[in-house]
């Protein structure tokens, strides 16, 4: 976890019974409760936000995409030659 200055907050509201079993948890892990929430939040948000940016394809899939990009007579199309193009002219 990032150590940096506290200096951001959340707050939210939750059912008693479920913080309990927060509270419970923490101490069995020998953490604070609010080390335990920002561990755990963050441990979270990093798990979607991979899931998020990675695409799983299926074993056809893979084969098909991989069978595409070996092709010898494959060539760019407009978008993609424009994009390499603007792509380039970022990079001076």
Not at 16 to 36: C, N, R, T
Not at 59 to 81: V, Y
């Amino acid at each position: 976890m990032a150590t940096g200055a506290r200096d951001a907050r959340l707050n939210f509201r939750l059912p008693s019974d479920l913080k309990e079993v927060i509270e419970e948890a923490a101490a069995s892990l020998g953490q604070s409760v609010s080390d335990f929430a920002v561990s755990t939040l963050v441990q979270q948000a990093r798990s979607v936000i991979e899931q998020r940016n990675v695409t799983v394809l299926s074993d056809r899939d893979r084969d098909r995409f991989s069978d595409l990009l070996d092709e010898a007579e494959a060539r760019p199309n407009a978008a993609l030659t424009k994009a390499a193009k603007r792509y380039k002219k970022q990079l001076g």
